[in-house]
């Protein structure tokens, strides 16, 4: 299982529309194609799994910068986490759980927002979720992963 940085092309996006998770990241770099002259294999912050040429799995990993980071202490960069989703034909084959590994090995903190109904994998994965916080976490339901060394932030 090779998780591979995908190329911002048309054959990309076109394999997007495969997944449920089809929206306004990838409509808005389908207009970059549009309005713009942009290289093929410009680098995009979405990773995949391909059996075959077929895009199975995706996700989105995203740098935070420190100076916005209110989950882990020391304060520092992460990596937020958006939109994994494995096809519903390859589900339940350790394909999302290669696609968190990959992300793991940045040695970063990872956050994300999961779906409904996904908790449980993410907590296999070693997620927690962290102290709610009224103004950081409205509206949302943030896991988090923390590799060695990190801590959740305390209140201050």
Do not use: C
């Not at 076109?14 to 306004?24: L, M």
């Amino acid at each position: 299982m090779n998780v591979e940085r995908l190329l911002i092309n048309y054959k990309t996006l076109e394999q997007f529309k495969r997944f449920k998770e089809y929206g306004n990241q990838e409509l808005s770099m389908l207009e970059d194609f549009q309005n713009n002259i942009i290289e093929n294999d410009s680098e995009s912050p979405f990773y995949g799994i391909y059996m075959g040429h077929n895009l199975i799995a995706r996700m989105s990993l995203y740098k935070v910068k420190a100076k916005y980071d209110a989950f882990f202490h020391p304060p520092q960069d992460y990596l937020e986490l958006w939109k994994l989703e494995v096809l519903p034909d390859y589900r339940g084959r350790d394909y999302g759980k290669a696609m968190v590994d990959f992300a793991k090995r940045f040695q970063m903190p990872i956050k994300t927002n999961p779906r409904i109904n996904s908790h449980g994998f993410w907590e296999k994965m070693g997620f927690q979720k962290p102290k709610y916080e009224m103004e950081r976490d409205l509206g949302g339901n943030p896991l988090i992963w923390m590799p060695e060394g990190v801590q959740e932030k305390q209140d201050t």
